[in-house]
Every structure is written in C-alpha cells, then in structure tokens.
C-alpha cells in the first residue's frame, strides 16, 4: 500500500472511531488535602507491598496495536501466583517469563522505578536481575530508581547493580519531597514498551503473592510512564521543587489498541499517575478517574486491593472513594470488594466492618494457605491493585485505596475502556471472590490480624 493510501486509511479509520462514540478524554483535577498516612501502609511492611477461568478471547494472550510499536501484542495481561494454590491462569503469562523476556530485549535504555529490590538466592527474580545486568553488558544504558527507605532494608542488590558498568541507581528520598514514599513499580524498555503492576522487584513476589501487571507495547504510553521517571530521577538527584520538563503528548489518551484474532473490540488506554502536585506537566491523576469510573457504573463495580481504608492516621476521613462506592449502591449496583486479610488489623477492620452491612456493598477478605515450606514474612497473600466496572472498564495500578497512595506517595496505573480485557479481569476476581480463600467481613466479629512481618 502506498504512503498517500496508508494515510487516507489512517484518516477514515479516526473518522470512523469518532462517528462511532469513540470515548473522549477523561475529565481530571479534583480532590482536597489532608494529612499524610503513608507511614504505616505500604511503608511499615516490605514483601507484598514493602515485601482459572477460560481465555477471554485474546486479551489473555494480548491486542495488537494499530501500529504496532514492537514485537509482541500491545496490551498484556500478566501474573504472579502462590505456589501450592489453584490461582494459576494457564493463558495468562508469568511476570518472571515477561520480565526477562522484555528486559533482554532492551537495544538501548532500559529505565526502572521499584518500590525495593530483594532476592533470596537462587529464585524468580535471579534470572531477572541477570538480565539487567546482560542488557548493561551489551551497552544498554540503564537506571535504576529505588525508594531510600527501604535501601536500609534491603541493600545487597541495588548495591552489587551500582558496582555494574552501565547501570546508575538512585535512591529517592521521597518523603522529603513528596512526603510519602515511591511505591510504584515499572521499567520502560526502549522508549517503546513498559511493564506496570503490583509486583514488586522482589522474590516473593513472582513466587508466593497474587499479583497483577499489564505489559503495554505502544511509544505513546511508554512516554508517558519515561517522563514521570524522568520527573523523579531528577527530583531525586536534586531534592527541592518540581523539576521542568516536557510533558507527553496528552491529547493522545485514551490511544486506542485494537483487539486481534478475530475480537473485534477497541481497548482505549489512558496513563493515570499519583501524587496530584508532584505530576510532569499534562500527566492524569488517578483519583478523580477512579472516581469517575465508579460514578459511571450501571451494574457492578469489583476491586481488589491489598489494603482499603477511607480514614487517615490523625483521624480525618479519606471520602473520595467511599463517597463513589456509596453513591453507587444506592443506586442499586452491586459494589464488591475483595481485600487481604492484612485488612484484619485495628483500625482498617472497623471501617470495612461499618461499611459492609450496606445494601449493596459486598466485602471478602482472602487468606492464602501458609507455604508447605514454612511461614515467609510479607508474603502469602493477595496484592493485586484493580478496579472493573460493568464489565466494559478497568483500573490496573500500584495503589492501594488510602490517602497516601494518591496524595503523597508515586504511584502509576492505566485506565483501559473496553469489554475484552474488563470481562478478563472479571473472571479473575471472581476466581477468588468464589473460592475457599474469601470469606465474608463479619460486622460484629472481632478479627486477630495474621503474622505479616518477622
């Protein structure tokens, strides 16, 4: 096909897309301040987060995007199970196998943003690790950001990739300027392609938690991801104001993705970023877009988090979210939440306890059976971060629902319209929601927390 041929498809195809209700761009902005709570969420753990359903048409395996940015399908699911449990998704990949593969794929930068790095001898992230260090040997230029506070726990890789030719690690000391922490978990591979998710740079994480990630194979959305980690290597080379820089092409978002072998279905993605005052230029706060989704939903909304809780330390509430899922069943649409038993401690237990006997809201809490190999400290339980709506939308991303994880802390995730991988993400709760790992919040009940840490 000729230029000028490709160019007039490319043109009718928008034109279709807009003639057809194509989704236009998310409102944003929102959203009052109060105080941090970060310090004993995700910062006073480490493991999970310090720390079977049929294939759904092709949104398992992945969509194909229009063009393809690389190799590979654009937008693609990908977990992290517990072994000895029966949360394996055979069409489903492994994040181990993904993150090797995209790493060793690297040709010129390969830029990550981890919560931590740990290893415990030889594991699933062995291999890992190996392959940031192959892609420096081959001359890739990579960097590596990882939060200061947890350098202290957790020092020996970070330190032997330092020693590395080829490779920069920076510690963020995010609580001197964002007044959290850096909680998100990413790494952008070329400019071309990048992987977010739940999974923390840790062992357990690919062996012993219930994690969920999505691999996102377009330029656009790789900028988007490069320009925040621009944003905090600079902020953490240099501590102070926001640094200036570019700001992505945002008119693009939602970028559409179009489902291949045989679905016929338009996946619309759309980067979604936190904390609200410390964003490049153009980037979208996640907060006003979950609230959004929530306010949209007709039938069903569905999340699963590690941890939720709509009060802060010093007593003030956190309402946004709970305000949403409230104003949600009152209309009759059915709210579920699926959240770890980390959820059993004082005071995050009482507020699921006064929420659940609502009609309409539905809250489980998921334990996942100790290891045959003994008790591992800050794992063996669910840390998947995501939110369906209607089966028609999703949210994947790093946060968990407190104040912190939008307010104070970074954390990344994407909006995503459309039913192939929304109806996926469906099966996916409900394989727990209905299995022996859940059980109802008892209002009335007095809850023991787990053993979480040493």
Same mark, same amino acid.
């Given at each position: 096909?000729?230029?000028?041929?490709?160019?007039?498809?490319? !043109?009718?195809?928008?034109?279709?897309?807009?003639?057809?209700?194509?989704?236009?761009?998310?409102?944003?902005?929102?959203?009052?301040?109060?105080?941090?709570? =970060?310090?004993?969420?995700?910062?006073?753990?480490?493991?999970?987060?310090?720390?079977?359903?049929?294939?759904?048409?092709?949104?398992?395996?992945?969509?194909?995007?229009?063009?393809?940015?690389?190799?590979?399908?654009?937008?693609?699911?990908?977990?992290?199970?517990?072994?000895?449990?029966?949360?394996?998704?055979?069409?489903?990949?492994?994040?181990?196998?993904?993150?090797?593969?995209?790493?060793?794929?690297?040709? =010129?930068?390969?830029?990550?943003?981890?919560?931590?790095?740990?290893?415990?001898?030889?594991?699933?992230?062995?291999?890992?690790?190996?392959?940031?260090?192959?892609?420096?040997?081959?001359?890739?230029?990579?960097?590596?950001?990882?939060?200061?506070?947890?350098?202290?726990?957790?020092?020996?890789?970070?330190?032997?990739?330092?020693?590395?030719?080829?490779?920069?690690?920076?510690?963020?000391?995010?609580?001197?300027?964002?007044?959290?922490?850096?909680?998100?978990?990413?790494?952008?591979?070329?400019?071309?392609?990048?992987?977010?998710?739940?999974?923390?740079?840790?062992?357990?994480?690919?062996?012993?938690?219930?994690?969920?990630?999505?691999?996102?194979?377009?330029?656009?959305?790789?900028?988007? !991801?490069?320009?925040?980690?621009?944003?905090?290597?600079?902020?953490?080379?240099?501590?102070?104001?926001?640094?200036?820089?570019?700001?992505?092409?945002?008119?693009?978002?939602?970028?559409?993705?179009?489902?291949?072998?045989?679905?016929?279905?338009?996946?619309?993605?759309?980067?979604?970023?936190?904390?609200?005052?410390?964003?490049?230029?153009?980037?979208?706060?996640?907060?006003?877009?979950?609230?959004?989704?929530?306010?949209?939903?007709?039938?069903?909304?569905?999340?699963?988090?590690?941890?939720?809780?709509?009060?802060?330390?010093?007593?003030?509430?956190?309402?946004?979210? =709970?305000?949403?899922?409230?104003?949600?069943?009152?209309?009759?649409?059915?709210?579920?939440?699926?959240? #770890?038993?980390?959820?059993?401690?004082?005071?995050?237990?009482?507020?699921?306890? #006064?929420?659940?006997?609502?009609?309409?809201?539905?809250?489980?809490?998921?334990?996942?059976?100790?290891?045959?190999?003994?008790?591992?400290?800050?794992?063996?339980?669910?840390?998947?971060?995501?939110?369906?709506?209607?089966?028609?939308?999703?949210?994947?991303?790093?946060?968990?629902? &407190?104040?912190?994880?939008?307010?104070?802390?970074?954390?990344?995730?994407?909006?995503?319209?459309?039913?192939?991988?929304?109806?996926?993400?469906?099966?996916?709760?409900?394989?727990?929601?209905?299995?022996?790992?859940?059980?109802?919040?008892?209002?009335?009940?007095?809850?023991?927390?787990?053993?979480?840490? &040493?």
């Amino acid at each position: 096909m000729s230029a000028f041929l490709r160019t007039c498809a490319a !043109f009718c195809y928008a034109v279709l897309m807009v003639w057809c209700g194509a989704p236009t761009a998310h409102g944003g902005g929102g959203g009052a301040a109060a105080a941090s709570a =970060e310090a004993g969420g995700a910062v006073a753990g480490s493991g999970a987060d310090a720390g079977a359903g049929a294939a759904a048409g092709t949104v398992a395996a992945g969509v194909s995007s229009s063009p393809a940015a690389s190799s590979g399908p654009a937008l693609q699911l990908v977990e992290s199970f517990p072994v000895e449990t029966y949360l394996d998704h055979p069409d489903l990949p492994q994040a181990y196998d993904v993150w090797v593969e995209m790493i060793s794929g690297a040709r =010129e930068t390969l830029d990550l943003a981890e919560f931590y790095a740990s290893d415990s001898g030889a594991s699933r992230l062995s291999p890992v690790v190996a392959a940031v260090e192959a892609a420096a040997a081959r001359g890739v230029r990579v960097r590596f950001l990882a939060e200061k506070k947890f350098h202290r726990t957790y020092p020996e890789i970070l330190d032997r990739l330092s020693q590395r030719a080829g490779i920069q690690v920076r510690l963020f000391d995010a609580a001197a300027s964002l007044g959290g922490v850096l909680h998100a978990k990413y790494f952008v591979v070329d400019g071309r392609e990048v992987y977010l998710g739940s999974q923390n740079f840790d062992w357990r994480a690919l062996t012993h938690i219930v994690e969920l990630g999505v691999c996102l194979r377009d330029p656009a959305l790789a900028r988007a !991801f490069a320009e925040v980690f621009a944003y905090d290597w600079d902020l953490a080379g240099a501590a102070g104001d926001p640094p200036a820089g570019a700001s992505a092409a945002t008119d693009v978002f939602p970028l559409p993705l179009t489902a291949g072998d045989g679905v016929r279905d338009t996946l619309w993605v759309t980067p979604v970023f936190s904390p609200r005052d410390w964003l490049p230029a153009g980037a979208r706060w996640d907060l006003p877009e979950l609230v959004a989704m929530i306010d949209g939903a007709r039938t069903t909304v569905r999340v699963q988090l590690l941890t939720y809780r709509a009060t802060v330390r010093d007593g003030d509430s956190f309402e946004a979210l =709970e305000s949403a899922l409230r104003r949600a069943a009152e209309r009759g649409v059915s709210v579920e939440l699926l959240l #770890s038993d980390w959820c059993k401690r004082a005071g995050t237990i009482e507020g699921l306890q #006064s929420l659940e006997p609502l009609p309409g809201i539905a809250i489980r809490l998921v334990t996942i059976p100790r290891w045959s190999g003994g008790f591992i400290p800050y794992a063996r339980v669910i840390h998947a971060k995501y939110l369906v709506v209607d089966g028609r939308e999703a949210w994947i991303g790093t946060s968990n629902w &407190e104040w912190d994880y939008f307010y104070a802390s970074r954390n990344v995730g994407v909006r995503v319209q459309g039913r192939s991988l929304a109806e996926r993400l469906d099966r996916f709760f409900l394989d727990l929601w209905n299995g022996p790992y859940a059980a109802p919040v008892d209002p009335h009940a007095g809850y023991t927390p787990p053993r979480i840490g &040493e």
